[in-house]
């Protein structure tokens, strides 16, 4: 998470590790990279967002972000003295994970992985949901990224578009929901 760019090439070095038909997916910030990743590679069948930014060519997540109100998470969002945004522990519970049990938000504060600033602000190429078949898990309780932008985000891509009520951590607080969505690609290309 230190540049778009790095990520975009982390991932893209871990798909050609893998062999065969792959279903691709990100959650949050994990959307640009996957939009980036995948482009022009012939395994990526299908791409799964997951309350995830899905970027258009020329756009960041600041870029984003600036099209609406802030969303009520943003509030506890800090940078530090090296440039990496971080989610205020006390704080984060509420922002990100409302739906997790504390113990468990508590974890998620304390093992976080804090986003570049240069992250936040590069800007995608051309992405991979204009020829990839695309699913997006909205998460219409999110406190991170607005549900009415998740729902322009998916509708934009085309993507198949689910929602379920839940925070930003949806991954945590409704697991089957999320494997369903993931299931339900990978099946779809199977026929």
């Not at 994990?30 to 967002?49: E, F, H, M, T």
């Not at 940078?79 to 704080?91: A, Y």
């Not at 509708?155 to 929901?177: D, F, N, Q, Y």
Request: net charge negative; charged share 20%.
């Amino acid at each position: 998470m230190t540049s778009l760019a790095d990520d975009i090439a982390v991932t893209r070095r871990l798909l050609a590790k893998q062999d065969g038909p792959t279903v691709l997916v990100g959650h949050s910030y994990g959307g640009a990279v996957i939009s980036g990743a995948a482009k022009d590679v012939p395994d990526v069948k299908a791409l799964v967002y997951i309350a995830a930014f899905g970027v258009d060519e020329g756009e960041s997540l600041d870029s984003l972000s600036k099209q609406g109100p802030a969303p009520a998470g943003a509030t506890q969002v800090r940078p530090d003295d090296s440039g990496f945004l971080w989610i205020n522990r006390s704080g984060f519970h509420q922002a990100f994970a409302a739906d997790a049990d504390r113990t468990e938000a508590a974890v998620m504060a304390a093992v976080q992985k804090p986003l570049s600033l240069v992250s936040f602000t590069d800007k995608a190429g051309a992405p991979a949901w204009k020829e990839i078949p695309s699913w997006y898990l909205r998460s219409a309780d999110d406190q991170m990224i607005p549900p009415p932008a998740q729902e322009f985000m998916a509708k934009r891509m085309g993507a198949t578009l689910s929602s379920i009520p839940a925070s930003h951590a949806s991954i945590v607080s409704h697991p089957g929901e999320v494997a369903e969505i993931i299931i339900s690609a990978a099946q779809t290309l199977a026929k």
